[in-house]
């Protein structure tokens, strides 16, 4: 089936020690999505990149970096984790292009706690 | 600025009784309002979308919302709650980037945990 898939599924670093999250998708979409999601909290955009091209949302912090070596993968790179860091990071995918009403397939999520 | 409201943070329904989980939303233009569903520990999962068309629309595992313009309203419903329908649920709205790149960004309300007794 073709899905989005996160890996790993949790994560611990430790305090200030970078860190790698990816995602990878089987949907062929232009589109990646990396949302931060708080506990009982909706998710929170970080960035999003439609094909190669990178779009940052401006209250992102600089801790966070992200990378798409291919159609097929995006990461997200956090260079100094903090504590207030920890949260569900959620990766999403669509099709670009004229399809404006084409909805966002979501991974599992990566739950991320920092020590 | 284009957004959503979940007015209620928890909604409880009995067994086999009807439910609604509310949304209104403010944007300009024609809005695009999806639902997404999430069980703990989970990604979002898409429910239902209303982008054009009939005001009453149908999803998966049994979910329809109703798009009211007048009352700017999209609430999710379904005629009879399982047990296993109780999770957080999104609603959100696209707010488009018409820069012909055809991306955009999501924005969600808050999230309703809907509880059904069994």
């Known amino acids: 089936d073709a899905m989005v898939i996160q890996n790993p599924r949790y994560q611990v670093t430790q305090f200030g020690k970078p860190v790698t999250l990816s995602c990878s998708q089987t949907?062929?979409?232009?589109?990646m999505y990396w949302y931060q999601q708080k506990s009982s909290q909706a998710p929170k955009l970080l960035f999003h990149?439609?094909?190669?091209?990178?779009?940052n949302e401006a209250d992102t912090p600089d801790n966070f970096q992200s990378r798409r070596p291919n159609t097929s993968f995006c990461f997200l790179d956090i260079r100094s984790p903090g504590l207030g860091d920890a949260a569900m990071y959620l990766c999403?995918?669509?099709?670009?292009?004229?399809?404006?009403?084409?909805?966002?397939?979501f991974g599992p999520g990566t739950r991320l706690t920092v020590l | 600025a284009q957004s959503v409201a979940q007015p209620e943070d928890q909604v409880n329904v009995a067994e086999g009784n009807p439910l609604t989980v509310k949304c209104t939303y403010s944007?300009?233009?024609?809005?695009?309002l999806f639902w997404y569903v999430q069980y703990p520990n989970r990604g979002l999962q898409f429910l239902l979308k209303?982008?054009?068309?009939?005001?009453l629309v149908k999803g998966s595992y049994g979910f329809e919302a109703e798009f009211n313009k007048s009352q700017t309203s999209f609430h999710l419903k379904k005629p009879s709650a399982l047990v296993s329908d109780s999770a957080l649920y999104f609603c959100?709205?696209?707010?488009?980037?018409?820069?012909?790149?055809?991306?955009?960004?999501?924005?969600f309300g808050k999230g309703t945990k809907l509880s059904v007794i069994p």
């Open positions: 949907l062929n979409h232009n589109v």
């Open positions: 944007v300009s233009g024609n809005p695009y």
């Open positions: 990149y439609y094909d190669k091209d990178f779009n």
């Open positions: 209303y982008i054009t068309g009939d005001n």
């Open positions: 959100a709205v696209k707010v488009g980037l018409y820069s012909g790149a055809g991306s955009y960004q999501l924005t």
């Open positions: 999403a995918t669509s099709r670009g292009g004229q399809g404006k009403g084409n909805e966002q397939f």
